[in-house]
């Protein structure tokens, strides 16, 4: 299942894997384990993390 959502609580909640694009590119994949908030919000802006 795909789940696109802004909503940071939801997908840490949901997601068995996280993925982040930027500019139509993946630019990051994450465990929910290991993404917090400060470094999903460096890859939502393209900054590696």
């Known amino acids: 299942?795909?789940?696109v959502s802004a909503d940071l609580s939801e997908?840490?909640?949901l997601a068995d894997r996280i993925l982040?694009?930027?500019g139509?590119?993946?630019v990051g994949e994450l465990t929910?384990?290991?993404a917090t908030e400060e470094r999903?919000?460096?890859l939502?802006?393209?900054i590696p993390a």
């Open 1 to 3: 299942m795909l789940l």
């Open 11 to 13: 997908v840490l909640s």
């Open 20 to 22: 982040v694009m930027y």
């Open 24 to 26: 139509g590119r993946i």
């Open 32 to 34: 929910p384990e290991e």
């Open 40 to 42: 999903l919000g460096l």
């Open 44 to 46: 939502m802006a393209g």
